[in-house]
């Protein structure tokens, strides 16, 4: 997962408590994304930015809010913790999408 | 609706055998299918990408197929190592716009 890394890697939060996911790149690629992995689910598109300036919704973003800080960095914001949010959640980059996307390692967060 | 299914949802196979994972969508209209090998606890890392007018492509001893008339694609393993234990995903991008849409995953075990 070189060239894309999230912080923290692992997350614990009560409900209603709010947090930031970071994930930053260093291949200066356009586009970024943020999923969410459950088990016997696919991932699934929460937000996305296609360049610098820009985000729009994804397939699940409800509850979510994300901050194209600057080319390299993407984050996710969730605002009041809720149990469903518990997940495993990566950051992925790609020069735009119709090419390869590059995984970061993953953010596991636990809501109780 | 768009969809991803993988089959067969878990394998085990001897190391040295090899194995075909398959992958069947309804995504229209198709742009590009890829394979994502994930190990345990890591992202996603790419294995194959393939446009519709692609049939094959080979990455090591990996080998993927496409018939974008039945929408089905397979991987193929050859010779498989210990270190092929690991989920193997299948993602279809539509060409109308921003959407990828990730299958499950076929979990794979390789034993000694």
């Known amino acids: 997962n070189a060239g894309v890394t999230q912080t923290p890697k692992f997350q614990v939060l009560k409900t209603g408590q709010s947090m930031t996911l970071q994930c930053a790149q260093d291949?200066?690629?356009?586009?970024m994304y943020w999923y969410r992995q459950d088990p016997g689910m696919g991932l699934r598109l929460i937000y996305y930015s296609a360049s610098e300036g820009t985000t729009d919704k994804g397939e699940v973003p409800n509850g979510y809010n994300v901050s194209r800080l600057n080319k390299r960095e993407f984050s996710l914001r969730l605002e009041s913790a809720a149990p469903s949010q518990t997940s495993v959640y990566f950051c992925a980059i790609s020069p735009g999408w119709s090419y390869e996307q590059y995984f970061g390692p993953g953010t596991r967060l636990t809501v109780t | 609706k768009n969809q991803v299914e993988q089959s067969p949802q878990s394998l085990i196979i001897l190391e040295g055998k090899n194995c075909t994972l398959q992958?069947?969508?309804?995504?229209?209209?198709?742009?590009?299918l890829r394979w994502y090998k994930q190990d345990t606890g890591r992202g996603p890392v790419s294995l194959t990408i393939?446009?519709?007018?692609?049939n094959t492509k080979s990455n090591g001893r990996y080998t993927a197929t496409l018939d974008a008339d039945t929408k089905q694609s397979s991987l193929h393993i050859t010779a498989s190592q210990l270190s092929d234990s690991a989920s193997y995903i299948c993602?279809?991008?539509?060409?109308?716009?921003?959407?990828?849409?990730f299958g499950t995953g076929t979990s794979l075990t390789v034993i000694p």
């Open positions: 992958c069947n969508y309804t995504v229209s209209p198709f742009s590009n």
């Open positions: 993602v279809v991008s539509g060409r109308d716009g921003n959407q990828f849409y």
């Open positions: 291949m200066n690629h356009n586009s």
């Open positions: 393939m446009t519709f007018s692609e």
